[in-house]
């Protein structure tokens, strides 16, 4: 049986360098803190914490004082900064560049049209890190949406300006546009912003060419990775026989006679050496 790793999986930039940061910082220091999983993988957390750090939520944040906390590539609102300065907390910004490009240009948008009534609209995850990071930059004012029947919460005789979570499909975007474009009442102005990082959107042709290629798939994700579900259907799409798994330990049988080539992939926060473990645990049941 032939075992493939999909060489274009794997933690995107923005992970890496999180991932980097904290095993930079924990080289020098036996605790580190860090505001939320720093990956949504919860083997990756796990070996991270072993090393030293510290997962912690916002409530234990607002309680730390004088101590090291990092930020994850997903970004955070102003207010966790304010809560840094006040309580004499280091930060560790390990921000992704492209979500904290975003966020500055809602801010902006938000500082430019708060007296026009602009309403300023997210296509995201509700309740996801990166999105309430960039609520945060419109003062909690903005809109978010999920899918079309969030639509029916605009006001379509107000402007509106759109902007999208990083890690959302483009087609999901491009729906929602058109949908807008659909409602808007006359000489209301509609400006979007197409803000998917494009290391993530290129991993939808490349994930549905992979599991085409391969008689059977095991899509190796974390079970909070939005971005996993996402590129999963996509894979289920392209090869019915497409399996989502987050560990090894979830490989118990053999795979069928007439299976002969299988291939390992996953999302933007699955380690590298996960899928190799994977694939070695393929290998060995399959004889």
Request: aromatic share 6%; hydrophobic share 35%; with cysteine.
């Amino acid at each position: 049986m032939i075992v493939e790793i999909d060489k274009g999986s794997g933690f995107c930039f923005g992970v890496v360098n999180a991932i980097s940061s904290a095993e930079r910082e924990l080289k020098n220091t036996d605790t580190l803190y860090c505001l939320g999983d720093i990956v949504h993988n919860s083997l990756e957390v796990e070996r991270l914490e072993a090393l030293g750090l510290r997962t912690i939520d916002h409530a234990e944040f607002a309680r730390l004082e004088g101590k090291k906390v990092l930020l994850r590539a997903h970004g955070e609102p102003p207010s966790t900064y304010e809560t840094a300065e006040r309580n004499r907390i280091q930060i560790v910004d390990a921000t992704c560049p492209v979500v904290l490009q975003l966020q500055k240009k809602i801010h902006r948008c938000y500082q430019e049209t708060r007296g026009s009534r602009t309403q300023i609209v997210i296509y995201g995850k509700k309740g996801h890190a990166e999105v309430n990071g960039l609520v945060g930059q419109t003062d909690g004012t903005a809109i978010v949406v999920e899918k079309i029947d969030d639509l029916d919460r605009l006001d379509f005789s107000r402007n509106i300006s759109l902007f999208s979570q990083t890690t959302k499909s483009l087609d999901g975007f491009r729906t929602i546009v058109a949908e807008i474009e659909k409602r808007l009442e006359a000489g209301v102005q509609f400006d979007y912003h197409d803000t998917i990082c494009r290391q993530v959107a290129n991993r939808l042709p490349n994930i549905q060419k992979f599991a085409l290629a391969h008689d059977w798939v095991y899509f190796v994700a974390g079970k909070k990775s939005s971005n996993g579900r996402m590129l999963f259907e996509e894979c289920r799409k392209a090869n019915s026989h497409s399996q989502f798994i987050s560990s090894e330990e979830e490989i118990t049988e053999p795979l069928a006679k007439e299976v002969k080539c299988v291939g390992v992939c996953g999302a933007t926060s699955t380690p590298k050496w996960l899928m190799e473990k994977i694939a070695e645990k393929i290998r060995r049941i399959n004889g």
